[in-house]
C-alpha cells in the first residue's frame, strides 16, 4: 500500500493578476521507506506542492483533490489532527536553514521542542534525545551543541540540525526541500550521504532542481513544468531512457554532459500555453502542440510522460 | 562612545535604585510621619533637614514618601500597559482579523489629544492613587500594542515560523515560544518610555491639584508650595520647592539614561555606527 497518495491535486491562489495556477491536476504516491525525487526548476510549483501536504498554505489558497495519508485524507482532516501529523507523521526540512532556525533559542531546545510538541516529555529527557538526535546527524560532541545559540553554527551544520528537527518524532515521510541549496560540494556530498544513511526506514520526498542529489537518493524521479508532471519513472529510466524533451533538456543541462540550456524561460503560472505547456520552447513541437494538452501517458511499466511523441 | 552610553547606563540604574529604595523602605527612612504637624514655615535645622511647610508638616519625610507614591503610581502604570499592550499587539499582528478590531480600537484613542483629555477626566473623578492608575492605562497600553504589532507582522513571516508549523506548533504555542522572545527588547524600551511618561504626567496632573490629596506624590508637594504665596518673597522656596523639582528631573533623567544604554545594547546596529565614527 502507498504511504502518501495523492491525486487530482490543484492548489491555486487567487491573486489580483488572475489565479496562480502553482499545481495543476498531479498524481503522485509515495510508497513505504521509498524516497521519491521531485524535480523542476525554480517556480514550477514544487514547494508548494511540499506545504499542501503539510496543509501550510495562505487560507484563500484553494485546494481541490485528495492527498491520502495512511488511509485518511489529509484536506478534511481537522486542523488539530494535522497540527498532530506534521512532524509526528510528516515532516519538512525547509530550504534555507540559516532562517529557519529561531536565533533567540538554543539549538537543543528547538530540536526538543518537536519532540516534547508530540510526546509529553520532560525538559531534560528531551533534551537528552535532542543530543541523541545530534549525534544521529554526526555534530561532534553534541551535548557541549546543545546549549549553543544557531549563530554558532555554520550553514552544513545548521542543514544537520534541520534534519535533526525533521527526524525528532521519526516520522514516517519526510518532504525534504532543497536539502542541499547553498551548500559547497563537500558539505553537500555528506549531507547527501547523511539523508541516505537517516531515510533507509522513512520514506523521503526529496524536492530539489540537483540531478546529481536526485540520482544518488531516489528510488523514482518525477519530473514537473509548469505546475504539473511531465514524466515519472524510477531513477535509472530517468536517466537512461528519458523520453519527455523537458527530461532531456534538463538532463543536457548538467555539467557533466555539455551544460546545453533550455531555452526560452518558463511560463507564468497565470498565462500558461495553450496546448502543451513545454511547446514554446520544445524543438519538437508540432502543429498538435500548440492546440492539443496532452495526457500522461504510461509508455512502459512505471514509466509515464506527457508527450504526444515519446 | 561605547564605555559613555554603560557610563550613563549605570549611573541611570544607580538613580533608579537609590529612589527605588527610599520608596520600599519609606517608613524607615523618614524622621517622621508626613502628616503629623510642627511649626509651620520652619527653615532647615538639624531637627527638620529640609525645614516644614505651611501646614507644618516636615518637607523630607513627605518627599520621602512622596517617591513612594510617584514610583508606584509609574510603575503599576507601566507593568499593566506593558502586559495589555504586549499581549494585544501579539494577538493583532499575528491574527489578521482580531488585529484589525484592535488596531481601529488603537487608532480612535490615537487621535485624542492624550493630556488634555487625562486632565478632564481627573477632573472630574475623585482624585485618589487608584483612580490616577486607571486613568493612565487607558491610554498607556496604546503605543505598545501598535509597536509591537508592526515588530509581530514582520516576525511572523519568518521561515523559523513557518518550520515550527511544520512541527506541529499551534498558533498559541509559536506567539509565547517564539514571537514573544523576539520582542522583548522592544517591551523593554516601552516599559522605560512609559514609566517616564507616567512620572512626568502624574506630576503635572498632581500640580494642577488632581492629585491624591492624601497619599500625596512630588507633583503634590510642589502644587502645595505653589499655592503658598510666601514662596514668591522668602527662601523657602529652595528646601520647599526645588527638591520635588530636583526628585522628578532625577527619575526621569535616570530612566532616560538606562533607555540610553539598552537601546544600544538592543540594537546593535547603533554599536557599529558607533565604531565607524572612532575609525
Redesign the interface.
Known sequence: MNLLEITDLKTYFPTQDGIVRAVDTIDLSIRERETLGLIGETGCGKTVLGLTI?R?LHPTTTVEGTIIYRGSNLLKITEAEM??????EI??I?Q?PT???????RVGEQIA??IR??QGLSRKDAKEKAIEILDSVRIPSPSGRVNEYPHEFSGGMKQRV?IA?GL??DPALIIADEPTKGLDVTIKSQIVTLLEEVTEDTAMLLITHDLGVARALCDRIALMYAGELVEYATTREIFENPLHPYTRGFLGSLPSNGLVPIPGMSPSLINLPDGCRFHPRCDHAKAICQKKHPDMIEIEDGHFVRCFHA | MIEGRTILGSIGLAILVVFAIVAILAPHIAPYDPHQMYRPLEHPSSRHLLGTDNIGNDILSELIYGTRVSLFIAFVVSVISMIVGTSLGLIAGYFDKLGFLIMRVVDVFLTIPRLPLIIVIASFIRPSVWNLIAIFLIFGWLMTARIIRSEVLTLRR???I?????????DC?ILW??IL??VVPLVVVQFIMEATHVILAESGLSFLGLGDPIARSWGMVLHDAFECPIIYVSDIWMWWMLPPGLCIVFTVLGLTFVGYALEETLDPKLKSQAYGREL
Not at chain 2, 163 to 170: C, W
Open positions: 503539510l501550510l497540527r498532530r501529523i506534521r512532524g509526528e515532516a519538512m525547509l534555507n532562517t529557519s532556525l529561531n536565533p533567540v533559542m521542542e518537536a510538541l508530540h534541520m528537527i525528532a518524532c | 519568518r521561515y523559523y513557518d518550520a515550527t508549523k511544520m512541527i506541529g506548533g499551534s504555542y515560544r517564539h522572545p523576539n
